[in-house]
């Protein structure tokens, strides 16, 4: 079983707790389900903010989800002049027998203009996805 690399961006429009934690938690969502990632199989997670973010660590909504045994990791964004500001971005480590080619990768909430190439998705019913979070947080609190 090889360890892959599946990238993942998103943004926030205020630097609010509540918000980096939720636009954080679809981000994941959809990387679990685009890519069918069971947490047992996840040897990593880093995250990253660029500087304008500071109101929570993005990696706690990794914890809510029930990734309580993951190794998780925040840190800053390099800052390049005219960069996608408000961004969070997550680069995880999954143990998989998938081949990179079959590895989907998700930018959402306008990071979708760092790799445009990769963002080709189908649309997502918030709804529908928040309700699926609402369920993981759930079953992590009764754990």
């Given at each position: ?26 981000l ?52 390049v ?24 990768h ?38």
């Amino acid at each position: 079983m090889a360890c892959r690399g599946v990238r993942g961006a998103t943004t926030v429009e205020r630097n609010e707790r509540e918000e980096i934690l939720t636009a954080t938690q679809q981000l994941l969502a959809l990387l679990i389900r685009h890519n069918s990632i069971e947490k047992e199989d996840v040897a990593s997670a880093t995250f990253t903010v660029t500087k304008d973010l500071d109101a929570e660590f993005p990696a706690l909504a990794a914890r809510q989800l029930g990734w309580l045994d993951v190794p998780l990791l925040c840190g800053y964004e390099i800052s390049v002049p005219g960069s996608l500001g408000n961004c969070i971005r997550v680069l995880l480590h999954w143990n998989t027998d998938k081949p990179q080619s079959e590895i989907h990768h998700v930018y959402a909430r306008g990071a979708e203009r760092l790799r445009p190439d990769l963002s080709n998705l189908p649309a997502v019913d918030l709804g529908e996805l928040d309700t699926w979070i609402n369920e993981q947080m759930q079953a992590t609190k009764d754990n």
